[in-house]
T-cell receptor
Framework: GQNIDQPTEMTATEGAIVQINCTYQ??????LFWYQQHAGEAPTFLSY????GLEEKGRFSSFLSRSKGYSYLLLKELQMKDSASYLC??????????????FGKGTTLSVSS | DAMVIQNPRYQVTQFGKPVTLSCSQT?????MYWYQQKSSQAPKLLFH???????NEADTPDNFQSRRPNTSFCFLDIRSPGLGDAAMYLC??????????????FGDGTRLSIL
């Protein structure tokens, strides 16, 4: 089966650091994506990991451990505009037609002042 | 700016009345996807086109169909919408080879309501 787990909700204050975890069990692995989705809007791409380790992109970093089926998204210097849902998505192994993303349910992050 | 455009943003239809949602892209991406996202749930892939090849997910109801007349446009047809089909429908594109790993770019979505 395919399963992606994330915490449902998290809260943090402006200027803080928050880590959003994601664990996955999928039939094959060809990369993990993090997306940000504000309420009523489309998901926007944040980061991509296919090899173990940390990828840094400004205030956002993402980490992957394939052996543990684990990733996290790290957000530094939190701002109010970071309040959103954060979706972890895994790409499976290529099939005959190509690959598609399996999404987690998302973690709703609320940033307060 | 190159982008993925979905029309309309909000669509209201009657129970059982066919409805079509549209998606266009200026990214010249070869893969186009349709997702259904219900409140507080993950986006769920309905189907995707890899170039002209249509790929239906196993659990996508027969009520949902898609057309891709050319690279730029893709349509989602719901033949007989039921109350359970009320959701946000997201179109996404990517430039990918088979087994590729490129990010998907999403449109703003169409929120479908059923009366």
């Amino acid at each position: 089966g395919q399963n992606i787990d994330q915490p449902t909700e998290m809260t943090a204050t402006e200027g803080a650091i928050v880590q959003i975890n994601c664990t996955y069990q999928t039939s094959g692995f060809n990369g993990l994506f993090w997306y940000q989705q504000h309420a009523g809007e489309a998901p926007t791409f944040l980061s991509y990991n296919v090899l173990d380790g940390l990828e840094e992109k400004g205030r956002f970093s993402s980490f992957l451990s394939r052996s543990k089926g684990y990733s996290y998204l790290l957000l530094k210097e939190l701002q109010m505009k970071d309040s959103a849902s954060y979706l972890c998505a895994v790409r499976g192994l290529p099939n005959q037609a190509g690959t598609a993303l399996i999404f987690g349910k998302g973690t709703t992050l609320s940033v307060s002042s | 700016d190159a982008m993925v455009i979905q029309n309309p943003r909000y669509q209201v239809t009657q129970f059982g009345k066919p409805v079509t949602l549209s998606c266009s892209q200026t990214l010249n991406h070869n893969v186009m996807y349709w997702y259904q996202q219900k409140s507080s749930q993950a986006p769920k892939l309905l189907f995707h086109y890899y170039d002209k090849d249509f790929n239906n997910e196993a659990d996508t109801p027969d009520n949902f169909q898609s057309r891709r007349p050319n690279t730029s446009f893709c349509f989602l047809d719901i033949r007989s919408p039921g109350l359970g089909d009320a959701a946000m429908y997201l179109c996404a594109t990517s430039r990918d080879s088979r087994g590729g790993n490129q990010p998907q770019h999403f449109g703003d979505g169409t929120r479908l309501s059923i009366l």
